[in-house]
């Protein structure tokens, strides 16, 4: 038999999966003739089967021989990648994309596992090699735009690929993951609506839309769309978990709770569920039996454990077992870490100080107008108090509360900080060139319709000289608290890894002195428009600084406005709970109890606030 017969023999058999017969003939030939076609296709069979160790040589002998063959390259990268060898499809694409030729599926098909293994740039380098109208390959350039978080340039890909594809599923879905992650929920929600018209009607998709929702702060729209899953008899984890989320906005408790049970019957490990059982339902015994092993094992560094060993922490703490709530919050704080370093957002002490002495600069000549203000501003370090005041504030008539509003960052981010590295920067030209552009993008994506806005977005206390150039009718009130409950208070909680500091003690001291050394700045540069009120006054004395901060607004004051807690609002923060009691001075003085733990903290802010001195 000759070469050529015994090859079509083998392949046959591949082709119809008769694999047992194929690896036979495939090895007689390698043995008989040292073929590259015979090592090729039993290179492919085993990654077929799976057999990845036993291809992956295979492919190497083959690729050897024929160093420029784009399929056995194609073929062996797949190979890699599937074995979770991401470091060598990497090698294999860098050192063939330059000699890819102009072949829409081999362009596609390379960019495509470039994508694969998150390398967003090398897969826009071979996507956009040469010139071409392939609706694949634009589709696989909006996913690389997303995976390097390019968001307005995916959101204009999609919207011109919509214009040239009949795929409108996957258009207008991935147009709202885009829009979502912009915060333009509008247009996210639009976009979703959309892509359910295109797709047929199941529970999934009913609980990503609920889910969306809640980003966008509509709870009733998110229980629609909850209750049109539980209409279809969802009974996924998924779905228990979104109602715990909504009931809790609701203020449902119990039905949190059942939901909660639910859950955690098919994930015994749902930090959804050990939260509200351990938060809303006082179950704390319960959350330690069940997660307390997280405390002393070597466990993964995902995010749901990262969430129970806080839970955890928080039910040591209810019973007064304060080291070990400690050591939960500790690592919690140390997973978290990895996190920050893993994605190169390490706080650096010199740049942070640099950025505060560069933000006291940008502001411009104000003229102060003693009106009513269309916009009050409450700014200070997270767990600062600043959700106690909204919802004191947000009892008058005239006031509507915008939240923890993103708008104003947004745009000052991208306007403000490119100036950054140009000394020359007039900032009264500055911002009578941008100051009307700036009110119609922040007022267009608030999107409220009262005499007075409130936006509670702790970390504006950053721009407070850039709100004040912004809006001419506009009071800032800057909450302070003391360093350690505050220190205590933000590493006890699990914040986003952008807020860098919030893991390390040292760096949280470092945070909050050049905090209020920040908002020192504000507060005796515009005394007649910005305000310092102490958390431990207004909950010790709340009626008389509730009175002197509603005067400082030019805002009438009635007694009324303290029982805030009696009337059900939605809270999207950590404080979800502690706005729906009466105020209290529970946490006042909290730190008292972790005296040896915060000691590293105690000794850095006490040096650097003499050195202030």
Same mark, same amino acid.
């Given at each position: 038999?000759?070469?050529? !017969?015994?090859?079509?023999?083998?392949?046959?058999? =591949?082709?119809?999966?008769?694999?047992?017969?194929?690896?036979?003939?495939?090895?007689?030939?390698?043995?008989?003739?040292?073929?590259?076609?015979?090592?090729?296709?039993?290179?492919?069979?085993?990654?077929?089967?799976?057999?990845?160790?036993?291809?992956?040589?295979?492919?190497?002998?083959?690729?050897?021989?024929?160093?420029?063959?784009?399929?056995?390259?194609?073929?062996?990268?797949? $190979?890699?990648?599937?074995?979770?060898?991401? /470091?060598?499809?990497?090698?294999?694409?860098?050192?063939?994309?330059?000699?890819?030729?102009?072949?829409?599926?081999?362009?596609?098909?390379?960019?495509?596992?470039?994508?694969?293994?998150?390398?967003?740039?090398?897969?826009?380098?071979?996507?956009?090699?040469?010139?071409?109208?392939?609706?694949?390959?634009?589709?696989?350039?909006?996913?690389?735009?997303?995976?390097?978080? =390019?968001?307005?340039?995916?959101?204009?890909?999609?919207?011109?690929?919509?214009?040239?594809?009949?795929?409108?599923?996957?258009?207008?879905?991935?147009?709202?993951? $885009?829009?979502?992650?912009?915060?333009?929920?509008?247009?996210?929600?639009?976009?979703?609506?959309?892509?359910?018209?295109?797709?047929?009607?199941?529970?999934?998709?009913?609980?990503?839309?609920?889910?969306?929702?809640?980003?966008?702060?509509?709870?009733?729209?998110?229980?629609?769309?909850?209750?049109?899953?539980?209409?279809?008899?969802?009974?996924?984890?998924?779905?228990?978990?979104?109602?715990?989320?909504?009931?809790?906005?609701?203020?449902?408790?119990?039905?949190?709770?059942?939901?909660?049970?639910?859950?955690?019957?098919?994930?015994?490990?749902?930090?959804?569920?050990?939260?509200?059982?351990?938060?809303?339902?006082?179950?704390?015994?319960?959350?330690?039996? $069940?997660?307390? =092993?997280?405390?002393?094992?070597?466990?993964?560094?995902?995010?749901?454990?990262?969430?129970?060993?806080?839970?955890?922490? @928080?039910?040591?703490?209810?019973?007064?077992?304060?080291?070990?709530?400690?050591?939960?919050?500790?690592?919690?704080?140390?997973?978290? @870490?990895?996190?920050?370093?893993?994605?190169?957002?390490?706080?650096?002490?010199?740049?942070?100080?640099?950025?505060?002495?560069?933000?006291?600069?940008?502001?411009?000549?104000?003229?102060?107008?003693?009106?009513?203000?269309?916009?009050?501003?409450?700014?200070?370090?997270?767990?600062?108090?600043?959700?106690?005041?909204?919802?004191?504030?947000?009892?008058?008539?005239?006031?509507?509360?915008?939240?923890?509003?993103?708008?104003?960052?947004?745009?000052?981010?991208?306007?403000?900080?490119?100036? @950054? !590295?140009?000394? !020359?920067?007039?900032?009264?030209?500055?911002?009578?060139?941008?100051?009307?552009?700036?009110?119609?993008?922040?007022?267009?994506?608030?999107?409220?319709?009262?005499?007075?806005?409130?936006?509670?977005?702790?970390?504006?206390?950053?721009?407070?000289?850039?709100?004040?150039?912004?809006?001419?009718?506009?009071?800032?009130?800057?909450?302070?608290?003391?360093?350690?409950?505050?220190?205590?208070?933000?590493?006890?909680?699990?914040?986003?890894?952008?807020?860098?500091?919030?893991?390390?003690?040292?760096?949280?001291? =470092?945070?909050?002195?050049?905090?209020?050394?920040?908002?020192?700045?504000?507060? /005796?540069?515009?005394?007649?428009?910005?305000?310092?009120?102490?958390?431990?006054?207004?909950?010790?004395?709340?009626?008389?600084?509730?009175?002197?901060?509603? @005067?400082?607004?030019?805002?009438?004051?009635?007694?009324?406005?303290?029982?805030?807690?009696?009337?059900?609002?939605?809270?999207?923060?950590?404080?979800?709970?502690?706005?729906?009691?009466?105020?209290?001075?529970?946490?006042?003085?909290?730190?008292?109890?972790?005296?040896?733990?915060?000691?590293?903290?105690?000794?850095?802010?006490?040096?650097?606030?003499?050195?202030?001195?």
């Amino acid at each position: 038999m000759t070469l050529s !017969e015994s090859l079509k023999i083998a392949e046959s058999a =591949h082709q119809q999966k008769q694999f047992e017969v194929a690896e036979i003939a495939y090895l007689k030939i390698i043995n008989e003739y040292n073929n590259n076609d015979a090592t090729y296709g039993l290179a492919t069979l085993y990654a077929q089967t799976k057999q990845f160790e036993r291809a992956i040589p295979l492919f190497k002998d083959a690729l050897a021989k024929e160093p420029f063959a784009l399929d056995i390259t194609l073929n062996y990268a797949m $190979c890699l990648n599937a074995a979770n060898k991401s /470091d060598l499809v990497l090698a294999l694409i860098a050192g063939i994309k330059d000699r890819l030729p102009n072949d829409a599926h081999i362009i596609n098909s390379f960019s495509h596992l470039a994508l694969s293994i998150k390398q967003p740039e090398l897969s826009l380098e071979i996507a956009t090699k040469y010139e071409n109208n392939n609706p694949q390959t634009k589709i696989i350039c909006a996913q690389a735009y997303m995976q390097s978080d =390019h968001w307005n340039k995916a959101v204009a890909l999609w919207q011109k690929i919509g214009m040239l594809s009949s795929q409108q599923a996957v258009i207008q879905k991935n147009l709202s993951i $885009c829009y979502a992650k912009l915060r333009q929920y509008k247009n996210a929600i639009n976009a979703f609506d959309t892509f359910l018209k295109h797709t047929p009607v199941n529970s999934i998709n009913f609980l990503k839309f609920a889910d969306l929702y809640i980003l966008a702060r509509d709870v009733k729209l998110a229980r629609v769309q909850l209750d049109k899953a539980i209409a279809l008899n969802d009974t996924s984890l998924t779905r228990y978990e979104i109602e715990i989320r909504v009931c809790r906005f609701e203020n449902a408790q119990a039905s949190a709770l059942i939901a909660a049970d639910n859950a955690l019957k098919m994930n015994p490990n749902s930090y959804i569920a050990w939260g509200a059982k351990q938060e809303i339902g006082a179950q704390h015994q319960q959350a330690i039996t $069940c997660l307390s =092993h997280l405390l002393d094992d070597s466990i993964d560094n995902n995010f749901q454990n990262q969430q129970n060993l806080f839970i955890l922490a @928080k039910a040591y703490e209810k019973l007064a077992q304060y080291q070990l709530a400690f050591r939960c919050f500790s690592k919690a704080n140390n997973l978290q @870490k990895d996190i920050i370093q893993r994605l190169n957002l390490t706080y650096d002490l010199p740049s942070a100080e640099e950025h505060n002495q560069f933000l006291q600069q940008v502001t411009s000549s104000n003229k102060i107008k003693q009106l009513t203000p269309s916009h009050i501003f409450i700014v200070g370090m997270p767990r600062s108090g600043t959700t106690l005041m909204d919802r004191m504030l947000s009892q008058h008539p005239n006031i509507e509360s915008s939240g923890e509003n993103e708008a104003l960052a947004l745009f000052i981010e991208n306007k403000v900080n490119a100036q @950054k !590295e140009n000394i !020359e920067t007039n900032w009264d030209d500055f911002f009578s060139q941008n100051r009307i552009e700036m009110q119609r993008s922040y007022n267009s994506k608030t999107a409220l319709n009262a005499d007075i806005i409130v936006d509670k977005m702790p970390h504006n206390f950053r721009y407070v000289g850039a709100i004040l150039s912004i809006f001419e009718q506009v009071k800032v009130i800057q909450m302070r608290r003391t360093p350690e409950d505050l220190a205590l208070s933000i590493f006890s909680q699990p914040f986003a890894p952008h807020h860098n500091y919030a893991a390390n003690l040292k760096n949280i001291a =470092h945070a909050i002195f050049q905090a209020n050394k920040l908002m020192d700045f504000w507060r /005796d540069s515009f005394p007649e428009q910005v305000i310092d009120v102490s958390y431990n006054q207004l909950t010790t004395l709340p009626k008389d600084e509730a009175r002197l901060i509603f @005067k400082f607004c030019n805002l009438d004051w009635h007694d009324d406005y303290l029982n805030f807690h009696k009337k059900h609002v939605n809270s999207f923060t950590f404080s979800e709970l502690q706005v729906r009691q009466p105020i209290n001075t529970s946490k006042q003085n909290f730190a008292r109890h972790y005296e040896e733990e915060l000691s590293t903290f105690r000794q850095l802010y006490n040096q650097l606030t003499q050195s202030k001195c």
